[in-house]
């Protein structure tokens, strides 16, 4: 060791000769050594990673004692520009460091550990035997320049230290350490390393029930970033003086004296970013006294907790006070099924930079916060069905009453949504399985709000509309108008049979679609019913390919067409591809205008006969792209359509017959 004074970088891979110990440092052949020279400092080490070493139980094993070198200050202190410690996959060590070693390592920034199924603590509840305190040799804070504290996978942590939790316990009173902790001092009393980091990551500690000790959560004002995940045993995020009830393991009180007020209250002034996902048994994330300390909270994520009933708890001593969260704009609320609200007291709160919310799966969610809520900034609540208008603000539970319909037997909205059909704005809906249609018949008229629908990979679904008889109408036929949807885009829907049908109850119209594209959709036979096609007076894009049973896009109905011409006054691009069954784009006898249509790309449509049967006027179109190439439009499309599958069946002929020769 003594040969490696200087020594700046150590990194140990899987190395069989290193033992129980890393640095032992007070072997029989130090003490040797320290007669007749100074004890090894390791003044320059700053980084040290160790991976796979199975034998080791000790990253130190030390008096540290006999390390402190009183020179003229400042002193010098064992590993005291050490930077990075990084442990992975070293399956005995029970703990990192001592209580008493945290105090040397000044300008440690990052602690990474990972796989070490048999790590207990990160701190240890006590010094190195035969080691005094180091109080009188060292007054600073622990961890000045902490910025990175990263615990994963670790299924034997049960707390990231003891914080000297029953340190001088016998010595301290409630109001010496009262004093001590107002003055932000912690030295000799109770301290955690969680209260250091700007970033706490922990992932997969599946023994540990809290994170932050009670007596450091008002001491969190350098975190910045919070991620807890997979921590099924977690009960508090930060814990609070009565779970604790400020007793050690032993059942003695570790402060004598009567509970300490506001000692706990927590202090997250520059914390931006919490994200919590598989803590079952998290019931709440923050207190309400919590809340005015949040001025820097830009991001809260919290997904798959089945335990949690509201985001902030209510406290026994209540207040009429208002919340705001100056700066939080992105808020994820995911398959929480216990859920009841964010806040159920009945505090105001104010939103000003909120603008992007999700929430989805949370069945039992009837309120957003019991008093109001101003989101000024926030234009949708997004959910797995799609994006609704706060029209209600958060105080959705208005319109609650209507989050489920029924169609069919289907439940069409997925439970957890706390919206109703009057504020769809999207339908955005990938992977999923909402039944057999999208919206039932008695949602059709209250849908004055739906702008886009988009559709990717739905089993089961077989009709976007559900199309029939209204209840109180009479049997005469019902116009219904889908007034402000403009984007349609439906892809990989395999059981999809119909977007939208009319029948002789209803029609549907869609006076402001713009663009309609489907893909690979391949039970669908038909876009449009002719009863409809009028209505699309906006349309100007609509693309259809890989659709194996598609035969038309517009399906002429049983009863007799009006007379007049059918015509696409915005229809500029027509691209239908890969589709084998297509035979026209009508084949009834029905005319139709295409004014403005410029791009037309017809490709692997073998079956085709006609464009249409009727006449069609198409005074912009130039080109055809087909799968021969570019065909130009000298008359109208049908006969060139004609002319080209004579030259084709012609040139399949010949080649059959010259081949035979």
């Given at each position: 060791?003594?040969?490696?004074?200087?020594?700046?970088w150590?990194d140990?891979?899987g190395d069989e000769?290193?033992?129980?110990v890393v640095f032992?440092m007070?072997?029989?052949s130090?003490?040797?050594?320290?007669?007749?020279?100074?004890p090894?400092?390791l003044?320059?080490?700053?980084?040290?990673?160790?991976?796979?070493l199975?034998?080791?139980s000790?990253?130190?094993?030390?008096?540290?004692?006999?390390?402190l070198i009183r020179?003229?200050?400042?002193?010098?202190?064992?590993?005291q520009?050490?930077?990075?410690?990084?442990l992975?996959?070293?399956?005995?060590?029970?703990?990192?460091?001592?209580p008493?070693?945290?105090?040397y390592?000044?300008?440690?920034k990052?602690?990474?550990?990972?796989?070490?199924?048999?790590l207990?603590?990160?701190?240890?509840?006590?010094?190195?035997?035969n080691?005094t305190?180091?109080?009188?040799y060292?007054?600073?804070?622990?961890?000045?320049?902490?910025d990175?504290?990263?615990?994963q996978?670790?299924p034997?942590?049960k707390s990231v230290?003891?914080?000297?939790?029953?340190?001088?316990?016998d010595?301290?009173s409630?109001?010496?350490f009262h004093?001590e902790?107002?003055?932000g001092q912690?030295i000799?009393?109770?301290?955690?390393?969680?209260?250091?980091p700007?970033?706490?990551?922990?992932?997969?500690?599946e023994?540990?029930?809290?994170?932050?000790p009670w007596?450091?959560?008002g001491?969190m004002?350098?975190?910045?970033?919070?991620?807890?995940?997979?921590?099924s045993?977690?009960?508090?995020v930060?814990e609070?003086?009565?779970?604790s009830n400020?007793?050690?393991?032993g059942g003695a009180?570790?402060?004598?004296?009567?509970?300490?007020?506001?000692?706990g209250?927590?202090?997250l002034?520059?914390?931006k970013k919490?994200s919590?996902a598989?803590c079952?048994?998290?019931s709440?994330i923050?207190?309400?006294?919590?809340?005015?300390s949040?001025?820097?909270?830009?991001?809260?994520?919290?997904?798959?907790c089945?335990?949690?009933q509201?985001?902030?708890?209510?406290e026994?001593?209540?207040?009429?006070?208002?919340?705001?969260?100056?700066?939080?704009?992105i808020?994820e609320?995911?398959?929480l099924?216990?859920?009841?609200?964010f806040f159920?007291?009945m505090n105001?709160f104010r939103?000003?930079?909120?603008?992007?919310?999700?929430i989805?799966?949370?069945p039992?969610?009837?309120m957003?916060?019991?008093?109001?809520s101003t989101?000024?900034k926030?234009?949708?609540?997004?959910?797995?069905?799609?994006?609704?208008?706060?029209?209600?603000?958060f105080?959705f539970?208005?319109?609650?009453s209507?989050?489920?319909?029924?169609?069919?037997?289907?439940?069409t909205?997925?439970?957890?949504?706390?919206?109703?059909?009057h504020?769809?704005i999207?339908?955005?809906i990938?992977w999923?399985?909402v039944?057999k249609t999208i919206?039932p018949?008695?949602?059709l008229?209250?849908?004055?709000?739906?702008?886009?629908i988009t559709?990717?990979?739905?089993?089961?679904?077989?009709e976007?509309?559900e199309v029939?008889?209204?209840?109180?109408?009479?049997?005469?036929?019902?116009?219904?108008?889908i007034?402000?949807?403009?984007?349609?885009?439906?892809?990989?829907v395999?059981?999809?049979?119909?977007?939208?049908?009319s029948?002789?109850?209803?029609?549907?119209?869609f006076?402001?679609?713009?663009?309609?594209?489907i893909?690979k959709?391949n039970?669908?036979e038909?876009?449009?019913t002719?009863?409809?096609?009028n209505s699309?007076?906006?349309?100007?894009?609509?693309?259809?390919?890989r659709c194996?049973?598609m035969?038309?896009?517009?399906?002429?109905e049983?009863e007799k067409?009006?007379?007049?011409?059918?015509?696409?006054?915005?229809?500029?691009?027509?691209?239908?591809?890969?589709?084998?069954?297509?035979?026209g784009?009508?084949?009834g006898?029905?005319?139709?205008s295409l004014?403005?249509?410029?791009?037309l790309?017809?490709?692997?449509c073998?079956a085709?006969t006609a464009?249409?049967k009727?006449h069609?006027?198409?005074p912009?179109?130039?080109?055809i792209?087909t799968?021969f190439?570019f065909?130009y439009v000298?008359?109208?499309?049908?006969?060139l359509?004609?002319?080209?599958r004579?030259?084709v069946?012609?040139?399949?002929?010949?080649?059959i017959?010259e081949?035979?020769q």
């Amino acid at each position: 060791m003594h040969t490696c004074h200087h020594l700046q970088w150590l990194d140990l891979s899987g190395d069989e000769r290193v033992g129980e110990v890393v640095f032992e440092m007070d072997s029989p052949s130090s003490r040797q050594l320290a007669t007749i020279q100074p004890p090894l400092l390791l003044l320059y080490l700053q980084s040290i990673s160790l991976f796979e070493l199975h034998k080791m139980s000790h990253v130190w094993m030390c008096n540290w004692n006999k390390f402190l070198i009183r020179h003229h200050p400042p002193l010098q202190f064992p590993f005291q520009n050490l930077t990075h410690i990084s442990l992975d996959s070293c399956y005995n060590i029970k703990n990192l460091f001592s209580p008493l070693m945290a105090k040397y390592l000044s300008n440690l920034k990052s602690v990474h550990i990972s796989r070490c199924n048999g790590l207990e603590e990160v701190i240890s509840r006590r010094d190195d035997e035969n080691t005094t305190s180091a109080s009188s040799y060292q007054d600073t804070a622990y961890f000045p320049h902490l910025d990175t504290l990263e615990l994963q996978y670790l299924p034997c942590l049960k707390s990231v230290d003891d914080g000297g939790r029953t340190c001088r316990s016998d010595k301290l009173s409630s109001n010496m350490f009262h004093d001590e902790f107002q003055s932000g001092q912690v030295i000799g009393a109770c301290w955690s390393l969680c209260q250091y980091p700007k970033t706490i990551s922990i992932w997969s500690c599946e023994a540990l029930s809290s994170l932050i000790p009670w007596y450091a959560v008002g001491q969190m004002k350098r975190l910045q970033e919070l991620e807890i995940h997979y921590s099924s045993r977690m009960r508090e995020v930060f814990e609070s003086e009565s779970s604790s009830n400020n007793v050690d393991e032993g059942g003695a009180r570790v402060f004598g004296g009567p509970p300490l007020k506001n000692v706990g209250l927590p202090q997250l002034s520059n914390l931006k970013k919490v994200s919590i996902a598989g803590c079952d048994l998290l019931s709440y994330i923050f207190t309400f006294s919590t809340l005015e300390s949040l001025k820097q909270l830009k991001e809260l994520i919290v997904s798959r907790c089945n335990a949690i009933q509201v985001i902030v708890k209510e406290e026994k001593e209540t207040s009429s006070k208002g919340v705001v969260f100056p700066r939080l704009g992105i808020l994820e609320l995911e398959d929480l099924p216990k859920l009841k609200g964010f806040f159920l007291g009945m505090n105001h709160f104010r939103w000003p930079s909120l603008v992007i919310v999700k929430i989805n799966e949370c069945p039992e969610l009837m309120m957003f916060t019991s008093g109001q809520s101003t989101t000024p900034k926030l234009k949708y609540i997004e959910t797995s069905f799609g994006k609704y208008s706060p029209e209600c603000g958060f105080n959705f539970h208005e319109t609650i009453s209507q989050t489920t319909f029924l169609a069919s037997s289907e439940p069409t909205i997925s439970k957890g949504v706390p919206c109703s059909f009057h504020n769809l704005i999207e339908i955005n809906i990938e992977w999923s399985n909402v039944g057999k249609t999208i919206v039932p018949c008695n949602a059709l008229l209250q849908l004055e709000k739906l702008q886009q629908i988009t559709i990717y990979e739905c089993a089961g679904l077989e009709e976007v509309f559900e199309v029939g008889a209204l209840e109180g109408t009479n049997k005469s036929q019902t116009l219904v108008q889908i007034p402000n949807l403009r984007q349609v885009k439906l892809a990989n829907v395999g059981d999809l049979k119909y977007l939208w049908k009319s029948n002789q109850w209803m029609v549907l119209e869609f006076p402001n679609l713009i663009t309609l594209s489907i893909d690979k959709c391949n039970r669908l036979e038909h876009v449009f019913t002719c009863s409809m096609v009028n209505s699309l007076v906006q349309l100007q894009d609509l693309s259809i390919g890989r659709c194996k049973n598609m035969e038309v896009i517009v399906k002429v109905e049983e009863e007799k067409c009006d007379a007049k011409v059918n015509e696409l006054p915005c229809l500029k691009s027509l691209k239908l591809g890969e589709l084998p069954s297509f035979k026209g784009f009508c084949l009834g006898k029905e005319a139709f205008s295409l004014p403005k249509l410029k791009t037309l790309q017809i490709k692997e449509c073998r079956a085709i006969t006609a464009f249409t049967k009727g006449h069609v006027s198409t005074p912009e179109l130039k080109v055809i792209d087909t799968s021969f190439g570019f065909c130009y439009v000298k008359t109208e499309i049908n006969s060139l359509l004609k002319t080209k599958r004579e030259e084709v069946l012609l040139f399949l002929s010949l080649m059959i017959l010259e081949k035979a020769q």
